[in-house]
């Protein structure tokens, strides 16, 4: 079982960044974290969650959704199981929770159905 926690959202204004981590814990049977294809998504209010970011296993690849192509960075640091969200130039169509995820498989994919491990979530606000 795969524990992901994310960190790092919070209330900043329009124009603004914001780094969001995700740290990961325990692993399936026989799998390391590095083996995991990672993503992250939000659901804003009233709305359904949606892709936002995603990241092979090796960091190599890279797929975004079209708003964040630009703005965000995804990455990851399989020494330390951590997975990261830089973004800029934030906006009030960013405010949503902030969810990260781990695929079934290595690959960055969109597909939210391919994602059985997901964290809490993070609370990010943009101000305009």
């Known amino acids: 079982q795969v524990q992901l926690v994310e960190s790092g959202g919070g209330l900043v204004q329009s124009g603004g960044s914001l780094r969001l981590s995700c740290a990961a814990s325990g692993a399936a049977s026989g799998r390391a974290f590095s083996s995991y294809g990672l993503g992250w998504f939000r659901q804003a209010p009233g709305k359904e969650r949606n892709f936002v970011a995603a990241v092979s296993w090796s960091g190599g690849k890279t797929l975004y959704e079209e708003s964040a192509k630009g703005r965000f960075t995804i990455s990851r640091d399989n020494i330390q199981n951590k997975m990261y969200l830089q973004m800029h130039s934030l906006n009030a169509e960013d405010t949503a929770v902030y969810y990260c995820?781990?695929?079934?498989?290595?690959?960055?994919?969109?597909?939210?159905?391919?994602?059985?491990?997901w964290g809490q979530g993070t609370q990010v606000t943009v101000s305009s």
């Open positions: 995820a781990a695929a079934r498989w290595s690959q960055a994919t969109a597909e939210d159905t391919a994602y059985n491990y």
